[in-house]
């Protein structure tokens, strides 16, 4: 044998081996979807059957930053809750942020809720977001929180559905599943279908192998002595993925974190490719040093690279049938996964009529879990960061000290 053939039969053996990893995973992510489901009916029963008046007040936590797409509809949908008693505390670092002069405007429609603007000033910790919740949370007397980003909406229901779980004393922390809502071009579609796809299958399997340890942080809800018990939020102040932090910190204090069964939409605006890009390259970096032995392992999630090397490697080898079977069974696993979480959990329709584009998406997740692993800087919110050890950050454009000892 000479050394190419040798080398694609090598690579060929590393395709088998990427549908085999891709196809067990599959199979997880489909047990892990019957038992979230089953889970998810009694924790809805139990939610419906809980008292209005067994039911806490709650602060529901904004911050915002800037004007973005659908934002007064997003901010909208909290003013509507279904709910006895919640407040609304919005915030930002200006008070002639965008954003906060809409939020302001809005809150003039709905008198009856309780709500106020807290301005912190400019970030003198590295994340400015949790800075900000820092100068928010102080003013509340409420020991039940959630706090949730500007690019969220939710349904009326969604205090009546995600508190109740947080009546029992043993779970500190709800993180919950979202569905990505479109802006209709193909960037923002791939990355919707990522979001309803992508992000609950890996959720569902860890919830199933080891139980959640880390939020999501879209929306997240959780109780005041879970957030004492852990430091306050600055104990999260020195990471990107605050949110991440912020449950795993929580699990380690001793409390359970709860995977909700209640689905909240996460709007994306138009993108391009290089923005869209750009975006998951940021969440793969903070997952590379955040988890590193979990990142690594997540390569071997993936199907189609593998489909794809597969039919290449297999023709190289006088085998193309061989390689043509390993494409279209990479392909018919992704459909499959798309049509199974995205659809039939996450309730996205656009995962199913739409489950052809998933294989695309899969396969520039690969690209872009590969591109992760150069590099520690990136931009977010018109600022350049650098990764630390352990997904702490460090503005590289304003100064900006640890908040490790800081209080609420």
């Known amino acids: 044998m000479t050394a190419a053939a040798l080398v694609w039969h090598v690579l060929l053996a590393i395709a088998l081996l990427g549908i085999f990893s891709s196809t067990i995973f599959l199979f997880m992510v489909l047990v892990a979807a019957i038992r979230w489901r089953r889970v998810a009916r009694a924790a809805q029963q139990a939610a419906a059957a809980t008292p209005r008046s067994s039911l806490p007040a709650v602060t529901i936590l904004k911050p915002v930053h800037g004007m973005e797409a659908q934002l007064e509809q997003n901010l909208e949908s909290f003013f509507q809750q279904d709910y006895p008693a919640f407040e609304i505390v919005l915030g930002a670092r200006d008070a002639n942020d965008a954003g906060l002069q809409l939020g302001d405007k809005i809150r003039q429609r709905y008198p009856q809720v309780r709500s106020r603007i807290v301005v912190s000033?400019?970030?003198?910790?590295?994340?400015?977001?949790?800075?900000?919740?820092?100068?928010?949370?102080?003013?509340?007397?409420?020991?039940?929180?959630?706090?949730?980003d500007s690019d969220v909406r939710v349904s009326p229901d969604f205090l009546r559905n995600v508190i109740p779980t947080l009546l029992n004393p043993k779970i500190g922390l709800v993180t919950c599943p979202y569905r990505g809502v479109t802006a209709g071009d193909l960037w923002s579609t791939l990355e919707a279908l990522g979001m309803s796809v992508e992000m609950p299958s890996g959720v569902m399997v860890a919830d199933m192998l080891e139980g959640i340890r880390f939020a999501l942080g879209p929306a997240v809800a959780f109780r005041r002595?879970?957030?004492?018990?852990?430091?306050?939020?600055?104990?999260?102040?020195?990471?990107?993925?605050?949110?991440?932090?912020?449950?795993?910190?929580?699990?380690?204090?001793?409390?359970?974190?709860?995977?909700s069964h209640h689905i909240i939409q996460h709007v994306l605006t138009p993108r391009s490719l290089k923005r869209t890009l750009g975006d998951q390259l940021r969440w793969m970096k903070s997952t590379r040093f955040s988890r590193p032995l979990g990142h690594i392992g997540t390569g071997l999630t993936y199907a189609m690279p593998f489909g794809v090397l597969g039919l290449i490697a297999a023709t190289a080898t006088g085998h193309a049938p061989l390689g043509v079977g390993l494409l279209a069974a990479a392909s018919a696993n992704r459909i499959l996964q798309s049509i199974?979480?995205?659809?039939?959990?996450?309730?996205?329709?656009?995962?199913?009529?739409?489950?052809?584009?998933?294989?695309?998406?899969?396969?520039?997740?690969?690209?872009?879990?590969?591109?992760?692993?150069?590099?520690?800087?990136?931009?977010?919110?018109?600022?350049?960061?650098?990764?630390?050890?352990?997904?702490?950050?460090?503005?590289?454009?304003?100064?900006?000290a640890s908040a490790v000892g800081a209080k609420l």
Request: overall charge positive.
């Open 121 to 148: 000033g400019p970030p003198t910790w590295p994340n400015a977001k949790v800075f900000s919740l820092s100068k928010m949370i102080p003013g509340s007397s409420n020991d039940y929180f959630v706090i949730s």
């Open 225 to 259: 002595d879970a957030l004492e018990k852990i430091g306050g939020i600055a104990a999260t102040a020195d990471y990107y993925s605050d949110d991440f932090v912020l449950g795993n910190l929580i699990w380690v204090a001793g409390y359970k974190v709860a995977f």
């Open 340 to 400: 199974a979480v995205g659809w039939g959990i996450i309730g996205d329709r656009r995962a199913l009529y739409l489950s052809w584009l998933y294989p695309v998406r899969d396969l520039l997740g690969f690209f872009t879990w590969l591109a992760s692993f150069g590099g520690r800087t990136f931009f977010w919110r018109g600022e350049t960061y650098r990764f630390s050890n352990g997904g702490k950050i460090i503005p590289q454009n304003r100064p900006a």
